[in-house]
């Protein structure tokens, strides 16, 4: 059981992507899917995440600039990135948890299923 994150790149700043999160062994329906990034020497932290509900949340810095959302049918969350900054640059990783709430959602140590990563570079 694992989630298989994929769509990384190397894009210019103001550019997009949209990074998939497909659920390996689980329904993502079922689950909080959460997206969190970690940059060189820096802590992890989260970008967004949806519940079962598809009730979303999302960092402040990115709030406006990405969208999470949710194919049932496909068995896939999606991240689409917009204007990306240079600050966004990262390896992007998606879990799995139960429900959360605004104080919770970003706190990884609550995730577990975690896929491989994906590497986001935003640069000229």
């Known amino acids: 059981v694992q989630a298989v994150e994929s769509g990384g790149d190397l894009v210019q700043p103001g550019g997009s992507l949209r990074l998939s999160c497909s659920g390996s062994?689980?329904?993502?329906?079922?689950?909080?899917i959460g997206w969190f990034r970690q940059a060189p020497g820096k802590t992890r932290e989260g970008v967004a995440c949806?519940?079962?509900?598809?009730?979303?949340y999302y960092r402040s810095s990115v709030t406006g600039r990405f969208t999470i959302s949710r194919d049932a049918v496909k068995n896939t969350v999606y991240l689409q990135m917009d204007n990306l900054k240079p600050e966004d640059t990262a390896v992007y990783y998606c879990?799995?948890?139960?429900?959360?709430?605004?104080?919770?959602?970003?706190?990884?140590?609550?995730?577990?299923?975690w896929g491989q990563g994906t590497q986001v570079t935003v640069s000229s």
């Open positions: 879990a799995t948890t139960g429900p959360v709430v605004a104080k919770s959602w970003s706190d990884w140590r609550l995730y577990k299923n």
């Open positions: 062994g689980f329904t993502v329906n079922s689950y909080t």
């Open positions: 949806i519940t079962r509900n598809t009730y979303t």
